[in-house]
């Protein structure tokens, strides 16, 4: 992407008015000799961000101000619990929400749990493996272990943090 932005973007933006973004932004876009896969986009994009931070900069003001202020003082965001045993989860949900998450997914897909599930088998059930090789030893499971333990890993949660 460096070359591409080097060689091919960044010498036609010489002498073009940096705060035409959009109008930049379509020059690029539509006249990309390239198809517009990851490395063209990424590079459009980069040179969008840059312009934006130029546009924010002149003006005085960070650029969630340039677009119209705050429309909210936060966002939800989630984490994800993990163990080797229903009471690792518990202890790293524990943890979690005491660092006021309001979203913690319970994972079930944890390494090392080959005891308690893993990856599909059997004619029939879904998530089957092309072949049971190319997993490592610990990280295999049954459909049926699986659809076994996650209740009970979900009433543990349930009934230690009251949902």
Known sequence: MASYL?????????????????DIWQFFYKGAYWRRGPVTMSAISAVDMALWDIKAKAANMPLYQLLGGASREGVMVYCHTTGHTIDDVLEDYARHKEQGFKAIRVQCGVPGMKTTYGMAKGKGLAYEPATKGQWPEEQLWSTEKYLDFTPKLFDAVRNTFGF
């Open 6 to 22: 080097n060689d091919h973007l960044c010498p036609q933006l010489i002498g073009r008015d940096a705060h035409r973004i959009e």
